[in-house]
C-alpha cells in the first residue's frame, strides 16, 4: 500500500480569520512525541523544518477530516484530566518511555478547537467535533507498527468540557487526578500555569466571576480555580459511569501508575524502567525528584480546601 503524502504530519495550530478557520501542520519526521509537553515537540520540529523551508504549511481546518481518511490511527485509549500539579505529567512520560504508547500532553491546538467558541460564537458544533476527532486521529498515527495504545493529556481547565468530551467519546476511559490544594498553589506560586494568573484563560470557562476581585493575590485567584475544579469532579464523580476513574496525589506515584494502567488497560511493559523514570521530576527530566516538604499554611484557603475535602470523602 502507498505512503500517504501526509504521513508523519500533524496539525498543530488553528487560527481563526475573519473569511475562514485555518490550521497550521508540522512534520514530525522521526520524533516521537515523548517530551513532557507538547509545545515541546512543536518547537523542535519547527526549527528542523524551517532549516529546510521557511515557508508554513497551512490548510483549512475542514482538511482535517480529509486527511484523516487514508492514515492508519489508533483511537484514544485514555485521556488524562487533572487539576494542574498533581501527578499528570508524571503519568504521561513514565507511559512515553516505551514505544509501544502514542502520548500527547496538553496540545494547544485540541484546547484551539475546544475553545473556538471563545472566538466565533455561532460556530457549528459538528465543525467543532469534526475537527476534534481529525486532530486525534492525525496526532495518533500509527508510525510504528509496534504502537498500540494511545494516551491524552488534557490541559486542567479541560475539566470543564467534560460533558461535550464524554458525548464525543462516549467508550473511552477518562482518568481524573487531583491533590491537596495547598500543596497545589504552592506548586504555581513558584511557577505559574496559565490557569493561575488571571485573565490568562477565560475567566468565564474557569467559571471565575469577577478577576478584579483578586486584585494581586494570584495564590487565592488559584485557589477560586480550584474549588471549580473540585466541584466538578464532585459532580463527575456522582455521574457514576465505570468510564471514570480517580486517583489523588497523596495516594502515591507508584499506586498512580498501577491505577492509570488498570483503568485504561495500558500494561506496564517495563516496571523497573517506569521506577526508575520515576525518580526523576516530571517535566525537567534530568533532575532528580524531591519530595515537596511540608505545605506552608499561606496557601490555605477554607472554601477550596472544604470543596476539596468534599470530594474526597464522596470518593471514599
Not at 487565592?220 to 464523580?237: F, G, N, S
Not at 485504561?264 to 524502567?273: C, L, M, W, Y
Request: one cysteine or more; hydrophobic letters at 40%.
Amino acid at each position: 500500500m502507498q505512503q500517504s503524502l501526509i504521513a508523519n504530519w500533524i496539525p498543530y495550530k488553528l487560527i481563526h480569520t475573519q473569511e475562514q478557520w485555518l490550521v497550521r501542520w508540522l512534520d514530525l519526521g522521526h520524533y516521537r512525541m515523548d517530551h513532557p509537553f507538547f509545545d515541546e515537540t512543536i518547537q523542535l520540529c519547527r526549527y528542523r523544518q524551517k532549516e529546510r523551508s521557511p515557508k508554513e504549511s497551512v490548510s483549512t481546518a475542514d482538511f482535517l477530516t480529509e486527511a484523516c481518511k487514508d492514515l492508519s490511527g489508533l483511537q484514544p485509549s485514555a485521556f488524562v484530566f487533572h487539576v494542574s500539579r498533581c501527578g499528570s505529567t508524571l503519568v504521561s512520560q513514565a507511559f512515553s518511555t516505551t514505544t509501544d504508547n502514542i502520548v500527547v500532553a496538553e496540545a494547544p491546538l485540541l484546547d484551539e478547537i475546544l475553545r473556538s467558541p471563545e472566538k466565533q460564537p455561532d460556530i457549528p458544533p459538528a465543525s467543532r467535533e469534526s475537527w476534534f476527532r481529525a486532530a486525534i486521529s492525525l496526532m495518533g498515527q500509527q508510525r510504528d507498527a509496534n504502537e498500540n495504545a494511545y494516551i491524552i493529556k488534557l490541559d486542567s481547565w479541560h475539566i470543564h468540557f467534560y460533558e461535550v468530551l464524554r458525548k464525543w467519546y462516549p467508550e473511552t476511559p477518562f482518568f481524573f487526578l487531583s491533590r491537596r490544594p495547598d500543596e497545589v498553589i504552592a506548586s504555581h506560586d513558584k511557577r505559574r500555569g496559565l490557569q493561575a494568573i488571571p485573565g490568562m484563560i477565560s475567566p468565564a470557562l474557569l467559571r471565575i466571576t469577577d478577576i478584579s476581585h483578586f486584585g494581586s493575590d494570584f495564590s487565592r485567584y488559584t485557589a477560586a480555580v480550584l474549588k471549580e475544579y473540585y466541584l466538578q469532579l464532585q459532580a463527575i464523580q456522582g455521574l457514576q459511569n465505570p468510564l471514570n476513574s480517580f486517583f489523588d496525589y497523596a495516594d502515591g506515584t507508584m499506586e498512580m501508575m498501577m491505577a492509570f494502567s488498570a483503568h485504561s488497560r495500558i500494561p506496564v511493559k517495563d516496571a523497573e524502567q517506569l521506577s526508575n523514570r520515576l525518580k526523576f521530576h516530571s517535566k525537567y527530566t534530568s533532575d532528580v525528584f524531591k519530595p515537596d516538604t511540608a505545605a506552608d499554611t499561606s496557601y490555605f484557603y477554607e472554601d477550596c480546601h472544604a470543596a476539596y475535602e468534599q470530594f474526597r470523602a464522596q470518593a471514599k
